[in-house]
């Protein structure tokens, strides 16, 4: 269950405008995400998009450390969230709005709390 493969990456240009244009939104400290449900069941519960943003960081190499932290902390803690939305499918965009490089533990702290948020908002009536 702690992979992540293809099949949970969000690659279509089309879904992603989508979610961009009529996707709900969460924000945190350091993050955005932004998300829709999909209109049919998917192969995955859940596909995902994770950018960092150019304006902020502008050598790749901070741009790419970023994404492997947030891409390792969403891989290790995503069961959770499979498991309560387990009936529906979603697609995500994780967006790193935070201005410096966040260490691992930090990235992961948050990227738990945004997926219980998520959680909530989609079975408001589960038990957290």
Known sequence: ????TKSERLCSKVIIDKVFETGRI??????????????????????VVITVPKRNFKKAVDRNLLKRRIREAYRKNKGSLYEKISPKSIYMVLLYTGRNIAEYKEVEEKIIKLLQRLTAEINPDAIP
Not at 33 to 47: F, H, R, S, T, Y
Request: proline content about 8%; hydrophobic content about 40%; charged content about 25%.
């Open 1 to 4: 269950m702690q992979t992540f």
């Open 26 to 47: 969460i924000t945190g400290p350091s993050f955005k995400l932004i998300w829709l449900e999909a209109a049919e069941k998917e192969e995955q519960p859940a596909q």
